[in-house]
């Protein structure tokens, strides 16, 4: 059980390419969701998704753009990289919340990271 | 919306003793969730401790304990008997416990040194 998997683990890009960022789990997890790490800010939702078909805007989706062609995967794309977007980007994972739910269905699961740097 | 402050930047304490990182968050919900996790240098995000706003009982995970204040909106975190494995980033994140709003909101987090 590998949990929450996340490539690459660095990446320099260049302003104007465009790149993606992998992200996996074997959980079974309905919710996936990406967030990205800046100094002083804490995490910030960009994208997210409740199953596969289904994805949603977080806080700060402008420039990236999400799918979820499978329960297992929910790649992040960067369409144009922007020298505001060098971040460090997680990926987490949870069962969906249900009131009442299993204990520990509310709990998110973080991928080890990618740290983007746009030149 | 909900907002997460985390009000100390750094704190540091000697190994051996105990340290309290402090959170408010702001909420218009009865049912939610708190969590604070912690991030080393690895920078891997490790869950800590969690905690269901529904019970009034204070989460504990062997040295990690919280006091959750649901009227005051607090949530702090408390170390017992730090180590130095403990030197971390230290974000609290709030959940709500509706159904399609799965999201966490964080604080801006604490950065913890243990003095040797």
């Known amino acids: 059980n590998a949990g929450v998997t996340q490539t690459p683990k660095f990446q320099v890009l260049k302003t104007g390419q465009s790149m993606t960022l992998q992200c996996a789990q074997d959980?079974?997890?309905?919710?996936m969701s990406w967030y990205r790490q800046d100094p002083g800010m804490g995490l910030r939702l960009i994208h997210y998704?409740?199953?596969?078909?289904?994805?949603d805007q977080g806080e700060v989706p402008n420039g990236y753009n999400v799918s979820r062609s499978t329960t297992e995967d929910f790649p992040l794309r960067l369409l144009s990289a922007a020298p505001s977007q060098t971040s460090v980007y997680f990926c987490?994972?949870?069962?969906?919340?249900?009131?009442?739910?299993?204990?520990?269905?509310?709990?998110?699961?973080f991928g080890p990271g990618t740290r983007l740097t746009v030149l | 919306a909900q907002t997460v402050t985390q009000s100390q930047p750094e704190m540091s304490v000697q190994e051996a003793e105990t340290v309290t990182l402090s959170c408010t968050y702001d909420?218009?919900?009865?049912?939610?969730?708190l969590f604070w996790y912690k991030q080393p240098p690895s920078r891997q995000m490790i869950l800590v401790i969690r905690?269901?706003?529904?019970?009034?009982q204070n989460a504990t995970e062997n040295r990690f304990s919280v006091n959750f204040q649901k009227a005051a909106k607090s949530f702090s975190l408390k170390i017992s008997d730090s180590q130095l494995g403990d030197a971390a980033m230290y974000f609290c994140?709030?959940?709500?416990?509706?159904?399609?709003?799965?999201?966490?909101?964080f604080g801006t987090g604490t950065r913890l040194t243990i003095i040797p």
């Open positions: 987490a994972s949870s069962s969906l919340q249900f009131l009442g739910g299993a204990p520990g269905t509310d709990t998110q699961y």
């Open positions: 959980m079974n997890h309905e919710y």
């Open positions: 998704s409740v199953g596969a078909g289904i994805t």
């Open positions: 909420t218009s919900e009865s049912d939610y969730y």
């Open positions: 905690q269901e706003a529904y019970k009034q």
């Open positions: 994140a709030y959940r709500s416990a509706n159904f399609g709003n799965e999201k966490l909101t």
